[in-house]
């Protein structure tokens, strides 16, 4: 997987913050349109041969899309299509089928929004959404999903490192985890109604998991805004994390001493952990996590070939290294 | 309208609402409305709907009961069939279109996962059930026709528990076909009942040559 730093991006290609909030109103009217892609991708997206687009293709998406027929992952998988990604999500909130959040969602209402970082930080505070978000550090980022159901997708988040706002709220030397929390409000969430889990929803990561250049803050799919479905405005993405662990509409972010206790751990603890690292090794007590069914183009109503998990869900060589010496059968 | 109509028509209804869930699914299918995960949307309806059918079949005898609709005995055996039916379904759409016929992975399942164990114990022991239905089976089988339909009750206890393990934490539709389970056990328990009124109770159970057990 390829990763462009701001740094490797010369500043003139850096999409001031006009353009990049013109970006937003341009597809939200225009998203039918311009998903077609006016322009070819190559010339435009400035896309590598692993499929990443860089900043390249934020800054000309005034224009058209791109082309994302054409982009694969690094490992030259599909992309899941928009359809796929907005309409079978697991969005407790909404509902607990996978299509009820694409069907109840609208009760959701993501902008004017709010996010208070606070806890064990030297510079705490609650941001709108829009001052939260820096436009220079946007970027595409194709990434496996594997759900700790047994199926995956492959979906183009839009979005920022996360390491950026750590950086910027300056944790304290003691501070060693980070806590999200979605928004609670059962008008907006009716699936809040009913205590299927312990609302607000909770995740969090280990500060270092969170500062991994891999794990961003998405406020998009395939360039657009997330619907709200898919945790509107902004969620978080770990894509060597079973796909839970990417809490979504977040409204609060804690640097903490202690291991947040997290939704699932707290709804059953001996099935689902802090860590949740995809491993085919480490099984789920009801079921094998060894493969996974690739929903996409290649999964029909008759087949749906099941493909073999990879440890750390295809990133291992990006991430194994947060946690030597750990037994990932303890902190599954 | 006399009784042999109004069975037939009874019946009629039964076979239209048993068919339906799968002319429904084949619909989805063509119109491409099982969403992203048709295999697995598939698989679980297939499942609901068998287990609808048990409940349903099971809540027959408690109902003529109370209400003395006799009439309803002669549909447990077409609804009990449908149940098998989308049972059988079911399991096949796990073991060939779900998992290839892979049976590394399938006897992996059937042994290291207590829902799936429970699951497809609950469809074997049906097997007996669906085999003597017929008339002939009744009368050749006496006695133990009726003992050997009794297994329903517990392929359908292991059906409910597979559903209840299978879920993730969403526990709603699980804990009420279970409450739906135990309601209509409660109404089989019958008070010992002396004299007269036992006989009449006896008398009426008499219709009882009827296939699947209550």
């Known amino acids: 997987m390829l990763i462009r730093k701001p740094n490797d991006i010369p500043s003139s290609e850096i999409t001031p913050e006009h353009v990049y909030i013109n970006r937003r109103h341009f597809i939200g009217k225009s998203a039918g349109i311009a998903l077609g892609g006016i322009a070819g991708a190559g010339a435009i997206g400035g896309a590598t041969a692993a499929g990443w687009p860089g900043r390249a293709a934020a800054q000309t998406a005034q224009v058209g899309q791109r082309d994302w027929s054409t982009v694969r992952t690094e490992l030259g998988e599909e992309l899941n299509s928009f359809e796929d990604i907005t309409t079978y999500n697991n969005f407790y909130e909404f509902g607990t089928q996978k299509d009820d959040p694409a069907r109840n969602a609208h009760t959701l209402r993501p902008r004017p929004w709010t996010i208070e970082v606070g806890g064990m930080c030297a510079n705490p505070g609650v941001y709108g959404l829009e001052d939260f978000i820096r436009p220079g550090t946007m970027e595409d980022r194709i990434y496996r999903m594997r759900c700790v159901e047994g199926w995956s997708m492959v979906i183009p988040w839009y979005g920022f490192p996360l390491k950026d706002v750590i950086d910027r709220a300056e944790p304290l030397g003691s501070a060693r985890y980070v806590e999200f929390k979605t928004l609670l409000d059962p008008e907006q969430m009716p699936g809040q109604r009913a205590r299927v889990l312990d609302w607000p929803y909770v995740e969090g990561l280990r500060l270092d998991e969170a500062r991994h250049p891999l794990t961003i803050l998405a406020t998009g799919v395939y360039g657009q805004d997330l619907p709200n479905q898919n945790g509107a405005p902004i969620r978080l993405v770990i894509p060597w994390k079973y796909g839970f662990k990417g809490i979504k509409s977040i409204v609060s972010m804690t640097f903490m001493e202690q291991e947040p206790f997290n939704s699932w751990k707290r709804a059953a603890s001996f099935e689902y952990g802090f860590y949740a690292n995809v491993n085919p090794e480490v099984n789920h007590p009801r079921w094998s996590q060894a493969r996974e069914r690739r929903l996409g183009p290649n999964c029909g109503v008759f087949r749906c070939e099941q493909i073999p998990t990879m440890l750390f869900n295809g990133y291992v060589d990006q991430v194994a290294g947060l946690y030597a010496g750990m037994d990932l059968r303890v902190y599954y | ?214």
């Open chain 2, 1 to 214: 309208m006399n009784k042999k109509r109004r069975i037939l028509l009874l019946k009629g209804l039964v076979w239209l609402l048993g068919l339906a869930p799968a002319v429904w699914l084949v619909w989805r299918g063509f119109t491409d409305r099982l969403g992203a995960n048709a295999i697995e949307e598939v698989l679980h309806r297939l499942g609901d709907t068998s287990l609808i059918a048990l409940l349903v079949a099971l809540s027959i005898t408690p109902v003529r009961r109370l209400t003395g609709w006799n009439i309803l005995a002669p549909l447990r055996r077409p609804i009990g069939l449908f149940a098998f039916f989308y049972l059988t379904m079911h399991f096949l759409w796990y073991a060939v279109i779900d998992e290839e016929l892979a049976l590394e992975f399938i006897i992996e399942d059937v042994i290291e996962r207590p829902y799936i164990l429970a699951g497809f114990t609950g469809w074997l022991l049906l097997i007996p059930l669906a085999i003597t239905s017929t008339k002939g089976w009744i009368r050749r089988l006496k006695k133990n026709w009726q003992r050997l339909h009794r297994l329903v009750y517990l392929s359908t206890g292991l059906g409910l528990l597979h559903f209840y393990w299978q879920v993730k934490a969403d526990t709603y539709w699980p804990i009420v076909a279970i409450t739906v389970m135990v309601v209509l056990m409660l109404l089989r328990i019958r008070p010992r009942k002396p004299g007269r009124e036992r006989e009449r109770t006896v008398a009426a159970e008499r219709p009882r040559q009827e296939p699947l057990a209550d």
